[in-house]
């Protein structure tokens, strides 16, 4: 049991942070020039990204020491942040803050005592420059422990404009009008969709969309938090209508088999890369990134997107992710940890990585030029005028060993769900069977 530390935040600590930083004496100090207020502290923070993520949340820490004079160090963790964390604080080397991807984790680590709540400054800019969706999944019980900096997307479909040209068809405004399309689109010579059924996640994404514009947004929080048993008609109907795509040869490029041997990398490529198999690819605000980065596709006119269409009459889906900041409480230095936090939730850091790419931002006081394309601008606007109706990935609600665990859970069942799509009321029971069991009901 790791016994949490007692030190207590005080008014001196607290950081407001704009252009210009006011000392504890009242008096402003520059952001260029004068004593900075952390000058000879160190703020360690772990966090998910690698490689061009890494490098462009790089460019947010050295901003943060510009502004303060606070040392920064980055450790990736890799995908499994739960254990990585868990194991350096059980160790002593705990980091000082950590950004969360998934709601679940945030609980966990909540619950174990491990987190410090957020300081009034980070919980007012909060307040001012978020829709309270974004501060309820950083809290837990009623406390605020997260400051999301980073949001994804999950509710866009991208394509490529000349596969869809060719065949003469435009962007879907139902989901039905979009598996036509997609016929369409395979009767010209390329499958509709890329699927990357090797990752598991992408199938829960598919999931969600569906689930939350059919069933609607009360069913959807009641089946994240598991309220709602995975038995319910309403999983078995969503199920069903995932069904219809998956057992489509003519839609999923390579059919089943295909798709189960798809990474996320692999199915933007099929659609973008040197030689597309596929005009379509379902997957968050991400996959420009990856098209422009890898393929050199110009956002905008190589590659688009809609966003991800009604079904049966519902509401069109808002599903997102996100990273979230939290300062642990057995790290060395939460006075500048805490600060940091605070920084996050300024749209003068969200501004860094906004102006780099590859990054959406659910602060709403962020100004949308700063995005360096209309595309993502777009996108971002999607994000922030959805307001309360955002949900957050609900794979990334549940614990881990349903939700966010590669081979076994949500993932496993729902690669195998694809692999024979035929019978949606079995497999519906099997996800109830390993939810049951990970919410320990």
């Known amino acids: 049991m790791i016994r949490p530390r007692t030190t207590l935040l005080t008014g001196c600590t607290a950081l407001v942070l704009a252009v ?7 008096d402003d100090v520059a952001a260029g020039g004068g004593d900075k207020p952390l000058s000879g502290q160190t703020v360690s923070v772990a966090g998910v990204w690698s490689g061009t993520e890494q490098q462009n949340f790089q460019k947010v820490l050295d901003a943060f020491t510009e502004q303060t ?8 963790t890799g995908d499994n942040v739960s254990t990585v964390v868990g194991s350096k604080i059980e160790g002593g080397n705990a980091p000082d803050v950590v950004m969360v991807p998934q709601v679940g984790v945030l609980q966990q680590f909540a ?4 987190l410090q709540p957020l300081s009034k400054t980070a919980q007012d800019a909060l307040n001012a420059n978020f829709a309270p969706v974004w501060k309820n999944y950083g809290s837990v019980d009623g406390t605020a422990y997260g400051v999301y900096f980073k949001a994804a997307h999950k509710s866009t479909v991208w394509y490529s404009p000349d596969a869809l040209a060719q065949a003469g068809v435009d962007a879907p405004a139902t989901y039905a009008e979009m598996l036509e399309a997609g016929r369409t689109v395979s009767d010209s010579g390329l499958a509709a969709f890329a699927v990357a059924g090797q990752d598991g996640w992408t199938l829960t994404d598919w999931f969600e969309n569906i689930y939350l514009s059919q069933a609607g947004p009360e069913k959807y929080d ?3 938090a598991h309220e709602l048993k995975w038995t319910d008609t309403s999983v078995v109907k969503a199920l069903t209508t995932l069904g219809t795509l998956f057992k489509d040869k003519q839609l999923i490029a390579g059919g089943q088999n295909g798709a189960l041997n798809t990474d996320f990398p692999g199915s933007v490529e099929k659609v973008f890369g040197p030689q597309p198999e596929a005009g379509m690819v379902y997957e968050g605000d ?11 596709k110009v956002i905008g006119e190589d590659a688009d997107f809609f966003p991800f269409p009604p079904v049966d009459g519902g509401k069109a889906p808002v599903v997102s992710g996100g990273d979230a ?4 409480k057995e790290g060395k230095n939460q006075e500048a940890g805490m600060a940091f ?8 850091a969200a501004a860094v990585w906004a102006d780099l790419g590859g990054y959406l931002s659910p602060n709403k006081s962020l100004d949308l030029a700063t995005y360096g394309d209309d595309v993502t601008r777009a996108t971002a606007k999607s994000l922030i005028d959805a307001g ?4 957050f990935d609900m794979s990334d609600q549940a614990p881990a060993a349903f939700g966010g665990t590669k081979g076994a859970g949500e993932w496993k069942i729902l690669q195998d769900f694809l692999r024979d799509p035929s019978d949606p009321t079995a497999t519906a029971g099997q996800l109830e069977d390993a939810a049951a069991k990970a919410y320990k009901d």
């Open 111 to 114: 619950q174990e005592g491990w």
């Open 341 to 348: 936090v605070e920084w996050l939730a300024t749209p003068e």
């Open 388 to 391: 309360d109706a955002v949900r």
């Open 69 to 76: 004079g606070a040392k920064t160090e980055f450790v990736s």
């Open 286 to 296: 991400f996959v420009a990134a990856v098209a422009k980065d890898e393929y050199g």
């Open 325 to 328: 900041a939290v300062v642990v």
């Open 20 to 26: 210009t930083l006011t000392a504890c004496g009242g």
């Open 222 to 224: 009641a089946l994240a």
